[in-house]
């Protein structure tokens, strides 16, 4: 490496240049067991795999203030529902969550609207209601599971501006 003009040296030193290691070890392999080779696996209950997705709960929560939630209704269960479909949104892209996952994920179940319409509310309480509880994994990747990827794919702004009028085609409903 080349040294600032500044550093002294000594006329007498011979300039180096690079030399191979001794020892040079063998290509890394997929060899220890459970080893992901290929591609990730994909199947009922084993989610939707990206990058950085436990950045997903911190901006999750920051919708928490903002959730428009109707009696009966515990802003813990439309976080935990609405953290699959924003992580699959996520993971659909190859990346890891951002807001506008969320700002998705929260508008197509119209938990940021003052004034849902009654249907879907009808339609998300049993669906919503309990899965912060870990023994109701299987309904959180079913709420996750439900929104049609053409949805997911859309543009976050697509999707706000979309919905109340056509909440139901966004849900694949």
């Not at 040294?3 to 001794?22: C, G, I, K, L």
């Not at 997903?56 to 953290?83: H, K, N, T, W, Y």
């Not at 938990?111 to 049993?126: G, H, I, M, Y």
Request: hydrophobic share 40%; with cysteine.
């Amino acid at each position: 490496m080349a040294a600032p003009q500044f550093v002294p040296t000594s006329p007498v030193d011979r300039p180096r240049s690079y030399e191979s290691p001794d020892h040079v070890p063998e290509a890394w392999k997929a060899d220890r067991p459970a080893e992901v080779t290929g591609r990730q696996p994909t199947g009922p209950q084993l989610g939707y795999q990206g990058p950085d997705q436990g950045y997903g709960l911190l901006l999750a929560e920051r919708f928490r203030d903002r959730l428009q939630l109707q009696p009966g209704e515990v802003a813990d269960d439309a976080i935990q529902g609405c953290l699959g479909v924003a992580l699959r949104r996520a993971s659909i892209f190859g990346r890891a969550p951002t807001i506008h996952d969320f700002t998705v994920a929260f508008t197509v179940w119209g938990f940021l609207d003052p004034s849902p319409p009654a249907e879907l509310v009808t339609l998300r309480r049993p669906l919503f209601e309990g899965v912060r509880h870990v023994v109701h994994y299987a309904e959180a990747r079913a709420i996750a599971g439900g929104v049609p990827e053409e949805t997911l794919r859309r543009a976050h702004g697509d999707v706000v501006s979309a919905y109340p009028a056509s909440w139901r085609d966004l849900l694949g409903a």
